[in-house]
């Protein structure tokens, strides 16, 4: 897999989850988030464990389980994490993964 266009969110981009919880409210217009395209968010859940999430990453992103840990543990405290911001075709294959597993994540422009 080619991550040339893409961003791993392992330094910064968490926002706090929305107030309604749900993957669906709509962003806040005023987040400021580095890179271009389309970002991935990871939503915290209570059916998968943490072990789970961390392969799902793993396998979606191509990355270490050290950084599928810190994306996991992001979403796990604040309620969501930005996984990635690439282009549209890589964020869509991304989402597909995680949410093959029953993860919940939402693909929106940066």
Known sequence: ???SNTTLACLGGHEPPHPEG????????????PGEGWRVILYNDDFHTMDEVVDQLVLALDCSIDLAA???????????SIVAITTRQEADRIAIILRSSGLQVRVEPV
């Open 70 to 80: 810190v994306l996991m543990l992001r979403a796990h405290s604040t309620g969501r």
């Open 22 to 33: 749900s993957p669906e409210a709509s962003p806040n217009p005023e987040e400021n988030t």
């Open 1 to 3: 897999m080619n991550l």
